[in-house]
């Protein structure tokens, strides 16, 4: 048995799950997520929590077992606290600035770069060098954040691009050090 996919969720308060068929659909105080479970996995709403259950021990049931379990539990954090990823950027003339909802950097290349928000998604500037995404689908905000590392990622001789806070970048020598 999944050790995860055997935990309970409980549901908050504030928090309306509605399961119909095979879509689970939370709706919280920050917005509505819904997800669709994959064949063999079943849920079942009682007395406030979720549980989500095998029919057998196939492998794709095994898989699919704590997957869908936390998929569950990211949509109820999300629509009642959210999730978020902080960036930073190193580097002489690196910066981003906020136009509209939407972010221009200027990243050493010839074109300043401007990233659209997603519907779903904010994007907050703290400073010329810090930035953070935040959304209600967990999926979503890692997947933005990461395009927006993609664009001048991490140098690893001198350390300059977009990195994630705290994200340690493994450094080279380079030329001079033997």
Not at 63 to 74: C, F, K
Not at 81 to 105: M, N, P
Request: glycine share 12%; net charge positive.
């Amino acid at each position: 048995m999944s050790r995860i996919g055997r935990l309970p969720i409980t549901v908050p308060a504030g928090v309306e799950v509605k399961i119909d068929g095979a879509v689970v659909t939370v709706k919280g105080a920050k917005g509505e997520l819904s997800h669709t479970v994959a064949s063999p996995i079943e849920v079942a709403l009682e007395e406030g929590t979720i549980s989500v259950t095998r029919p057998n021990d196939e492998r794709t049931a095994r898989s699919l077992h704590g997957l869908t379990r936390t998929l569950i539990a990211n949509m109820i954090d999300g629509v009642t606290k959210g999730y978020e990823k902080k960036l930073e950027i190193v580097g002489t003339g690196y910066r981003v600035q906020a136009k509209g909802s939407d972010l221009e950097f200027a990243l050493g290349y010839s074109h300043p770069v401007s990233v659209a928000a997603p519907a779903g998604i904010t994007f907050a500037v703290e400073g010329p060098t810090k930035l953070s995404v935040a959304g209600i689908d967990k999926q979503q905000v890692g997947e933005v954040a990461a395009n927006i590392r993609k664009l001048r990622k991490p140098d690893p001789y001198k350390g300059k691009g977009i990195r994630y806070a705290g994200e340690i970048i493994r450094r080279k020598v380079g030329k001079a050090g033997k």
